[in-house]
């Protein structure tokens, strides 16, 4: 998927490109792609994903509210895609269908992840835990077509999508190529990637896209086997460039509609979101590549304070991850990120509308093997999250530890 197809004298724009790694977003053309390509009748096909089976420690030092936390995890994330392009006279079609088993094969409300927040399980809203995938990731077609030499219009949509509002999501980032750990901070980057009902119309040249999105900017529900279909009363807009074939910039903002779902009888909030984000991707020798992500999100929502009022706060969160894979065998990566989060998302009722400072830091290795198809590893990563001083009492001090054990499988990678 990260390596463009040769292109030939008869084609001005490759069918399947480096650049589109999912939906309308880009990332730099100069990477790596492990997949299965075919080419079926008109159709130029590939198939890629990610299992990880992990196995997740995290003390439990705190407590929830409804009686426990368990200190162990046994869970499967895991997502495949499949992406088909044809030409159509002039102009290029192309569909994507994205799913994950996640909703059977990781437990209760989410992996267990320290200062994570984001949506809503049996009534409540999570945190410490990496809510599940839907189901149905991605539904959707796409078209586009030449304006006079050098510009070409898109237009994409579907029941399931992915806006245009931040940088490619986090398992499409090649910087997270090996880390099964969701960030802390998606909710303010690229939580969006999945929404149900969604249009984009967008211009682009060689180096450059402007593309404008209305959508279903509402949270999915806790059942996360079904197609959770709404109005598209939100909106984005977002400006791409690749000044190199190594670097892919981005800028983004938008409204959400009715994003946040609170507890009963407040009604769902709406969220502002702004987001920045630059990716370098290069090879490293023969087989080599590393890849590093930074990005910015800042959301502005509203929060409910005891008496039935609200109060509109701004938070932010800066991620730095990087992943180096040497030979495709050893990959190291690592992540940084300083999360704001309001209080009452980590359920601290003392100032709900304070906004606390989190910090995580994760480290980590995989041995990888190529058997046949498959390319697998075997895999292990620590973290680190620093506790907010309000919140010590809760995690038994101000650094909570947490380690990850993993296998992961995937395509092997393809040659160009």
């Not at 999360?339 to 606390?356: R, W, Y």
């Not at 697998?376 to 101000?398: N, Q």
Request: net charge neutral.
């Amino acid at each position: 998927m990260w390596t463009a197809l040769l292109m030939t004298a008869t084609l001005p724009v490759a069918l399947l490109r480096a650049r589109e790694v999912t939906a309308t977003a880009w990332a730099p053309d100069v990477g790596a792609s492990y997949g299965v390509h075919r080419q079926v009748g008109d159709w130029q096909m590939m198939l890629h994903g990610a299992a990880f089976g992990q196995f997740i420690y995290e003390p439990p030092d705190f407590v929830h509210r409804t009686g426990g936390r368990a200190s162990t995890q046994w869970s499967t994330v895991n997502w495949g895609m499949l992406m088909a392009r044809r030409r159509a006279g002039e102009g290029r079609i192309g569909v994507n269908v994205m799913l994950s088993l996640e909703p059977w094969t990781v437990p209760g409300c989410g992996a267990l992840n320290y200062f994570q927040t984001g949506e809503m399980c049996d009534g409540d809203t999570i945190h410490d835990r990496q809510h599940p995938h839907d189901l149905f990731m991605e539904l959707a077609a796409s078209y586009d077509r030449p304006i006079g030499e050098s510009k070409r219009w898109q237009v994409y949509g579907g029941l399931s999508g992915e806006p245009a509002l931040g940088p490619p999501a986090f398992p499409h980032r090649l910087s997270a190529f090996d880390n099964p750990i969701a960030p802390i901070g998606h909710h303010w980057l690229d939580s969006s990637h999945i929404s149900f009902g969604v249009v984009t119309g967008g211009l682009w040249a060689e180096r450059w896209k402007v593309e404008g999105s209305v959508f279903n900017g509402r949270e999915p529900d806790d059942d996360r086997k079904d197609v959770d279909l709404a109005p598209l009363d939100s909106v984005s807009a977002r400006a791409s460039w690749l000044p190199t074939p190594r670097l892919a910039l981005q800028v983004s903002g938008g409204h959400l509609t009715e994003a946040e779902q609170q507890f009963p009888p407040h009604s769902r909030t709406a969220n502002e979101r702004v987001t920045a984000s630059a990716i370098y991707q290069r090879n490293v020798g023969a087989s080599g590549w590393w890849a590093t992500t930074i990005a910015y999100g800042l959301n502005g929502g509203h929060i409910f304070v005891p008496g039935g009022s609200d109060v509109l706060r701004y938070s932010s969160a800066v991620l730095a991850e990087t992943t180096a894979m040497l030979q495709d065998r050893h990959a190291w990566f690592g992540r940084v990120e300083l999360v704001g989060k309001p209080q009452h998302d980590l359920h601290l009722d003392v100032n709900p509308t304070a906004i606390l400072p989190t910090a995580k830091l994760q480290a980590g290795y995989v041995r990888h093997f190529t058997i046949g198809p498959v390319f697998s590893g075997i895999g292990v990563s620590p973290s680190i999250s620093v506790v907010p001083e309000p919140l010590v009492p809760r995690y038994g001090g101000r650094i909570a530890r947490g380690l990850d054990v993993f296998f992961v499988i995937r395509p092997r990678r393809h040659a160009m």
